[in-house]
């Protein structure tokens, strides 16, 4: 339970990009869901991204969908964004979100050499120098060859969410996940041309995963990356400590042709530099968009009063005020605000929160995490 003092006008205005248009500046965000069937989405998927649509949220970023290779996924319920079936599954997820009224995205992933419980692909897991964390061994070496094909399977899912008629499309570059453990010096021993000590050196892969996405899509088709200073197996792993090593981490990637920078941080209140700007200052998001120029999405804990990874542990969470995301949209610190668990429990937020009726918001359950609802 909840009241909100202002006004939510910021939240409920249109945004435009290339040929993505939104009603809000509200995004679903992209949340495993590990329900679909033998890496399928069917008729219970759709209906669950269908409902939010029809809440009237802006932009539905979908789970990471997975890239054609060997082991691109370390859970077998995550879905495949490649082969027939799986494409198929995933156009009629964006038909209905269509017909709801809203705009979807395939968020595109490839885990790297993370593990998520005790279940294991057939082929061993790759990262850029077989390592899952700092010192921690997991899986091969990707040789360059890896890398090309690698590259070229982020291109050719890509072209799919174009031509099954997706809005956009999100590359998922955070979370210590394959992209990110290209970007952290924890996980990037290398020493060609993909490794290095800068920041700046480690983006390379990325870059190049950019390009070959942007040529498949051609220029106008708006181009995703979500990206993280934190990473699952180090909560406070930062891979910019100023903010010209987030310009010369960030500004490469939009040059090779990213339009938003999905910016996730455990909390979106949090500023990120706050011995430069104070307690008050610009989160992730407002930082890296007053960097690169480019448009950016902040997400973290929005309208919840704690964190989402006690969600993985079954627990909930109390709805809370959302009058500092207000405040900070308000002033255009970010473009668009993207909201995760709220939205599984309460699939109409965003439509309560435009017509004011914060009272009737709901917390988070754990339960919610069980069942597509």
């Known amino acids: 339970m909840t009241t909100e003092p202002q006004s939510t006008e910021a939240l409920f205005r249109p945004f435009s990009l290339k040929t993505l248009t939104l009603k809000n500046r509200i995004v679903m965000a992209p949340m495993t869901r590990c329900m679909a069937p033998e890496g399928i989405p069917g008729p219970a998927n759709a209906e669950y991204y269908r409902r939010r649509a029809a809440g009237d949220v802006g932009l539905i970023l979908t789970e990471g969908t997975v890239i054609d290779r060997p082991a691109s996924r370390n859970h077998y319920g995550i879905p495949f964004f490649h082969g027939e079936a799986a494409l198929a599954g995933w156009k009629g997820v964006a ?57 070229a399977a982020f291109a050719r899912a890509a072209a799919d969410a174009k031509r099954l008629g997706f809005d956009s499309v999100e590359l998922h570059g955070a979370h210590g996940y394959l992209i990110d453990q290209f970007f952290w010096d924890g996980t990037n021993k290398r020493e060609d041309v993909y490794g290095g000590a800068t920041i700046a050196e480690r983006s390379r892969f990325a870059a190049e995963a950019v390009r070959a996405v942007r ?76 960097l690169t ?38 002033r255009d610190e970010f473009d668009l605000v993207a909201v995760g668990r709220v939205l599984l429990a309460d699939p109409d937020w965003a439509a309560k929160v435009e017509a004011g009726r914060f009272d009737d918001l709901r917390g988070f359950s754990g339960e919610a995490m069980k069942e597509l609802v």
């Open 95 to 151: 038909d209905a979100v269509h017909g709801a009224g809203g705009r979807i995205a395939p968020q595109i992933w490839h885990t790297g050499s993370t593990r998520a419980g005790k279940w294991e692909p057939e082929a061993p897991v790759e990262s850029p120098s077989g390592l899952v964390g700092p010192e921690e061994p997991r899986g091969v070496v990707m040789t360059e060859e890896d890398i090309a094909d690698t590259v």
């Open 215 to 290: 040529a498949a899509v051609g220029p106008d088709f708006p181009l995703i990356l979500r990206v993280s200073q934190w990473k699952q197996q180090n909560y406070d792993a930062r891979l910019a400590t100023t903010p010209d090593e987030m310009t010369a981490w960030l500004a490469p990637l939009v040059e090779a042709g990213v339009d938003i920078l999905h910016c996730s941080q455990r909390r979106v209140w949090v500023p990120e530099f706050p011995e430069l700007d104070g307690d008050n200052g610009l989160n992730f998001a407002g930082w890296a968009k007053k």
């Open 293 to 330: 120029g480019a448009a950016t999405i902040s997400v973290g804990s929005v309208g919840l009063d704690t964190e989402f990874f006690g969600a993985f542990r079954g627990q909930g969470s109390a709805a809370a005020p959302i009058s500092n995301l207000l405040e900070r949209m308000a």
